[in-house]
DNA sequence: CGAGTACTTGAAAGATCTCAAATTAGGTGG
DNA sequence: CCACCTAATTTGAGATCTTTCAAGTACTCG
């Protein structure tokens, strides 16, 4: 998508000296926590939520390998969101200060990554758009899709058949349904004849239904870098 | 907030070399418009928004003279929203060439620009949470008081009465409910005693609960810049 | 004054939640 | 491998929230 000069990929590569493993079930960051670090995943799921006060939980975000999560630190030095291993995950952490040695070292590397962020942003406007206009059922089959864009992103050989890793009491939370509902539109999914569910695996059936009626775009498809200035020699 | 040596001055402000007026109810930017200019809006109000495969109409974000809008073309090259003029207004066009001169040129203010986006991402989050979470009733007053935050921040005399200038389907669109039941919502809020209304505006008038109920937060009000390195001398 | 848009209200339909209970699945210690 | 324990899933029934449809009122602009 772009490429890389040798000195490029190499201050890349330096980020990440550290590793940190979290297990499942562990908060890798609490909301509202001083903290200067942002991450990508190496390996696992995280997720990025918050809580209201009445304690009901909003799921933000999928985190899955690769994923860049935390950049808010550059504003805040806070995080305004928390952060939790879905599965047993490998995190390198990166200081706000690297970013902007990148900044101020490999500025078409900061421009990849801005762009990155963008897609993400677009993502979440999609998200919001979503939580905003769709029913329940198309929310659910929105969930169901984007995960398995995210798996076959990982591992091209995933088909339509795949293993979510979630419970719909989180899948719920990042609906905004109840993990009850979310089972009932599950199961209407199912019975239209949509997805199929089979000892904790999904089929999606009929993908160009579910996409439509869920709005699903994938945006890191459209995605467009080569308006940005060649690689410096060297 | 962050302090700009003379020649980053400069770079800002050679930015704003051309302006362009926007009347009323005109659209500045269709969805999924080719386009590769970004803007700063520099009086009146706009909309970001997306159209649904339904026809319904999600109210992604209110932008504010100073707020800066559609960043997304650094990735993608054409807009993933639509911009409309609720007022008439005059935005400032920017090609994303000239942000990649800026962070090439420029690397503390590309800083200051990215640490923005990541208060309007912060921003979008917490509207996601809202979206999902929140009672209808809670969503419109979360609408209230943005607005007000934002008028507030163009010009510091405003109190807690103001002119919304937003239609109850505009809100609608924004919280994902229905004219009629925003109307019904404001009416609530009006017999509890939160807010008034009269002729065309309305008063906040249990800030403290009505921030409570709507989970608000002042992103803005929160950014800390001062870990970036000062200014070159120049 | 007249037309159009926005606002307001009522009644009924539809969607989603809550509460409660039954069933299934997975993990652990013996 | 079994027995048990806990978490997750499933289903039903009724309550609550939100939408839809319809009609009437208020406001603004030419």
Redesign the pocket.
Same mark, same amino acid.
């Given at each position: 998508m772009i490429t890389l000069s040798p000195p490029e990929r190499a201050a890349l590569d330096q980020l990440g000296e550290r590793e940190r493993s979290v297990r499942k079930g562990m908060t890798l960051v609490r909301e509202n926590e001083r903290s200067t670090e942002l991450f990508t995943l190496k390996s696992g799921m995280l997720i990025a939520y918050m809580l209201l006060d009445d304690g009901s939980r909003q799921i933000l975000r999928f985190i899955f390998p690769g994923d860049l999560v935390g950049m808010a630190v550059i504003a805040f030095g806070k995080a305004p969101h928390a952060l939790l291993a879905l599965a047993d995950s490998v995190v390198v952490p990166i200081d706000r200060q690297q970013v902007a040695d990148i900044v101020f070292r490999h500025p078409r590397v900061a421009l990849a990554l801005a762009a990155l962020e963008q897609v993400e942003r677009a993502t979440l406007t999609d998200r919001l758009a979503g939580l905003g206009r769709l029913? !329940? $059922?198309a929310r659910v089959a929105a969930v169901l899709l984007d995960i398995r864009d995210r798996l076959r992103r990982q591992d091209e050989v995933v088909g339509n058949t795949f293993t979510l890793g979630l419970?719909?009491?989180e899948i719920g939370d990042a609906t905004?349904?109840? !993990?009850?509902?979310v089972? $009932?539109m599950? $199961?209407q999914l199912e019975d239209q004849g949509l997805i199929a $569910?089979a000892?904790?695996r999904v089929t999606l059936l009929d993908e160009a239904r579910l996409k439509r009626s869920a709005n699903h775009v994938d945006r890191l498809a459209t995605v467009d870098l080569n308006w940005l200035p060649g690689p410096a020699i060297g």
């Open positions: 029913s !329940a $059922r419970t719909q009491e905004g349904l109840t !993990a009850v509902h089972n $009932r599950l $199961r $569910r000892n904790g």
